[in-house]
């Protein structure tokens, strides 16, 4: 049963492509036409076993045959001079023509760039450095050289440009050539782009040189583990410089983990160490004593005499 | 030789052959056809060609019911018909006689 009810149901989408194929003719001798195609595709379809396209091939191309046997006029040359002409009122359509004019205007802009586009990406590719005072300009031995090249090309294809205006044969390889120029653009520009932001970096890194917040080295820090000098990793450590000002750790980032100790005046410590680290979702520091693998030598020199509490 | 360019200005007298023996529907005169040796035949080719000569007044169509499937049209032929298979079978048997004998003379000029 599966067969019956599946024959019909390819019958018909084959049939409906057909149809569709034929559907420039008067519609009462298509009607006719199809009505013949209909009972004689059931028949195939139940005689080998159901796939019609199989046996008959594509349904355009059964269309095709049909129409040319049936000695019907075919439809392609008409569908063909239907898309010329629409495709010529497009090129004559004025915004068209008008974007038209304005690129040819500023074709000689592309002439140049591509003159230069040609030496700068054959230096790219060979490994050449560009000139130090002029990112733009490659060196090619030397970067006075390089801008000779540079202007030459450009020279070299803005009067292949002229010519190409005057003459239509070499259109071809010429389009091609603009194509790959073309590509050959995006890894100039990006060369040309990194350059730039390097030197801004640069002065940056000038600017930048020290480290804001808590350094050693240049390197910053985010944590200290004092020790006792029995060995023992001392807990809440406030730390101050020699004129007073806490040694501030992270004050800007608000870390929901961090434990930060509080005064008795509601402020905020920031100095305070080793900076531990709660649990998420808790107020508890899983490991206190936890800190860096330091073996922390003994010491021979005799411990300060300190007298009570300053 | 491509035997369906053969078969392209010859579908005409055949079709009308098949038909003047026994009316028949597009599908019927297809497989007798082939039966009769035009293996290479295209079924679309043989229904467009019916619809032609229906249209060209060659044949006449009835329809009658089917048991299985949709109801057939049968395609039987006219006078007008008998009269261009009577005309087609002079022409191709002058044609083919041509031919022969120039395929043959052909054949033993090369032997």
Not at chain 1, 58 to 76: I, K, N, V
Not at chain 1, 98 to 103: D, H, K, V
Not at chain 1, 180 to 200: C, N
Request: charge should be positive.
């Amino acid at each position: 049963m599966t067969t019956a009810a599946h024959v019909p149901s390819e019958v018909e989408t084959y049939l409906a492509r057909v149809r569709a194929a034929l559907a420039d003719i008067p519609a009462d001798e298509r009607a006719e036409l199809l009505e013949e195609v209909e009972a004689s595709l059931h028949e195939t379809a139940s005689e080998t076993g159901g796939s019609v396209a199989a046996q008959l091939g594509p349904p355009e191309d059964f269309a095709a045959e049909l129409r040319s046997a049936a000695g019907l006029h075919p439809s392609t040359p008409l569908r063909m001079v239907g898309l010329r002409e629409r495709f010529e009122g497009l090129a004559s359509h004025p915004r068209v023509a008008a974007t038209a004019r304005f690129s040819r205007e500023l074709a000689p802009i592309w002439w140049a760039a591509r003159g230069y586009i040609v030496v700068a990406a054959l230096a790219l590719a060979a490994g050449a450095s560009c000139s130090t005072s002029h990112g733009a300009v490659p060196r090619i031995g030397s970067a006075k050289l390089g801008a000779a090249a540079v202007l030459l090309a450009v020279l070299a294809s803005v009067a292949v440009g002229i010519w190409s205006r005057r003459n239509t044969i070499a259109r071809l390889p010429l389009t091609i050539l603009n194509l790959v120029l073309l590509g050959a653009a995006i890894p100039v520009g990006i060369h040309l782009s990194h350059r730039s932001t390097q030197a801004v970096a640069t002065r940056i890194v000038v600017q930048t040189a020290i480290v804001p917040g808590l350094a050693y080295n240049g390197a910053p820090v985010d944590n200290i583990y004092p020790y006792s000098r029995d060995g023992r990793l001392l807990h809440d450590v406030l730390l101050y410089t020699g004129a007073g000002t806490p040694l501030n750790i992270s004050t800007t980032a608000y870390d929901p983990l961090r434990r930060i100790l509080v005064t008795k005046a509601g402020n905020r410590v920031f100095n305070a160490f080793p900076v531990r680290y709660y649990e998420p979702g808790t107020r508890v520091v899983l490991r206190p004593n936890a800190g860096p693998k330091v073996k922390v030598p003994r010491i021979a020199t005799a411990p300060l005499p300190v007298k009570g509490r300053r | 030789m491509d035997r369906s360019q053969l078969l392209r200005g010859t579908l005409d007298a055949a079709a009308l052959a098949v038909v003047a023996e026994q009316d028949g529907y597009g599908y019927d005169v297809l497989r007798r056809l082939r039966a009769a040796g035009l293996t290479d035949v295209g079924d679309a080719s043989v229904y467009g060609t019916l619809r032609r000569l229906y249209r060209a007044g060659a044949l006449t169509s009835y329809v009658e019911p089917s048991d299985e499937g949709p109801h057939r049209r049968y395609y039987g032929i006219t006078a007008r018909g008998r009269a261009q298979l009577d005309e087609s079978r002079t022409d191709w048997a002058e044609f083919s006689q041509t031919l022969s004998n120039l395929l043959e003379t052909k054949v033993e000029l090369t032997a």
